[in-house]
């Protein structure tokens, strides 16, 4: 799988591009998220900079948490959550499972599927 360098604000310096999933280089503009085109790209991101509006609407089966750590403990997230990228803010309305298992195993950073999104795509989420 090719390798890009994508650039990212100081604070999110370091994290990799693993691939954009269109088969097209990510976009190399300062806020990261979203291909050159808006097709999204996996990238790995501190779990401190998702925002999760709906995170205390929904509760997490327990049960799922423990298989995804174990799982992920031994052959890592094999599925990216999705990320939507708003004026450089990153918001997760799903994942929310994979998203736990990983605070719950100390991880620092998830792999994302960024799609750069609007202020109307967040209305749309939240309603
Ligand atoms: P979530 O709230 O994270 O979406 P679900 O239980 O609904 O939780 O789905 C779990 C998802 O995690 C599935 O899509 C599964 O393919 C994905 N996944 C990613 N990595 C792993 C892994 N290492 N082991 C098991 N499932 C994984």
Redesign the pocket.
């Known amino acids: 799988m090719a390798n890009f360098v994508l650039q990212l604000p100081n604070n999110l310096r370091s994290f990799t591009v693993f691939a954009s999933s269109n088969g097209r280089a990510p976009s190399s503009s300062s806020n990261g998220g979203g291909g050159e085109n808006g097709g999204p790209v996996i990238v790995e991101l501190p779990l401190d900079k998702i925002k999760r509006p709906l995170i205390r609407r929904r509760a997490n089966d327990p049960n ?1 948490v423990k298989e ?1 750590m174990d ?2 403990k031994e ?5 990216p ?1 999705d990320v939507i990228e708003v004026e450089g803010n990153y918001y997760g309305f ?6 736990e298992a990983h605070e719950r195993l100390g991880l620092p950073a998830i792999r994302c599927k960024v799609r750069r999104g609007t202020k109307e795509t967040l209305r749309h989420q939240l309603r």
């Open positions: 799922k995804l799982s992920i052959i890592g997230l094999q599925v959550i799903s994942g929310f499972h994979r998203f």
